[in-house]
């Protein structure tokens, strides 16, 4: 089955700043790639997704790139805010299952 | 707006109880999906449906049961709670698997502690 693996499991940076949270999958069937965002106490909420068939999506400050290749995808945050502050879960969508890796709890420092 | 609700926020159950998390979507969603999420292992799937009693395996599903007798509402049982079912339990909801609209919708979790 599907594995998706996610780093760094924590990362802090100065406001202002970029952010980027790595992730890979195993499968090279999967084609569906979310993004979900949870902050403290709340529940997980999709940010952004890409397809297999793009290889780069943006939307405002965050921004989504796909190798489908080296089978890894990526999220890149820029100029980030401290509201950006969360858990962030990648996911992969193998036939009919959405697998989660790890997630990445992002802080940023005013 | 979305909603998935579910019954219980808090919930303190002992060891060996049958226990029951409810779970409801107002969306008339056909996919309806049960996970749990500790520290350091993200979202783990337990089970999940796709239609009226129909349900699928996820990764985990030892020490679970499920049942979905009508669309919008989708239950997981622990048949005899234990310890290490002591988690955050989150459902989730979504329309049929499609090119365009493969968005979670999640509950706000039971938080469960077995005793």
């Known amino acids: 089955g599907e594995n998706v693996e996610q780093h760094p499991s924590t990362l802090s940076v100065q406001e202002g700043d970029s952010a980027v949270i790595k992730c890979t999958y195993s499968?090279?069937?999967?084609?569906?790639f979310p993004w979900y965002k949870q902050e403290l106490g709340k529940r997980p909420q999709l940010i952004i997704d890409i397809r297999s068939n793009v290889g780069e999506k943006k939307d405002q400050r965050i921004a989504v790139t796909l190798n489908k290749t080296a089978k890894h995808f990526s999220l890149h945050i820029t100029e980030t805010q401290p509201e950006d502050s969360a858990v962030y879960f990648c996911?992969?969508?193998?036939?009919?299952?959405?697998?989660f890796g790890t997630g990445t709890r992002l802080q940023v420092f005013p | 707006d979305v909603k998935v609700t579910q019954s219980s926020r808090y919930l303190v159950k002992r060891t060996g109880e049958k226990v029951f998390l409810e779970c409801v979507q107002d969306?008339?969603?056909?996919?309806m999906f049960w996970y749990r999420q500790d520290p350091g292992l993200g979202l783990r799937l337990i089970y999940f449906s796709y239609d009226v009693k129909m349900k699928e395996k996820g990764d985990i599903p030892e020490g679970y049961s499920v049942s979905r007798e009508k669309k919008e509402r989708f239950s997981l049982i622990l048949e005899s709670a234990s310890t290490n079912q002591t988690s955050m339990y989150l459902c989730?909801?979504?329309?049929?698997?499609?090119?365009?609209?493969?968005?979670?919708?999640f509950g706000s979790g039971t938080q469960l502690s077995v005793l």
């Open positions: 989730a909801s979504s329309f049929a698997t499609a090119a365009t609209n493969e968005k979670l919708f």
């Open positions: 499968d090279s069937a999967s084609n569906y």
């Open positions: 996911a992969a969508r193998n036939t009919d299952k959405l697998i």
């Open positions: 969306m008339d969603h056909e996919n």
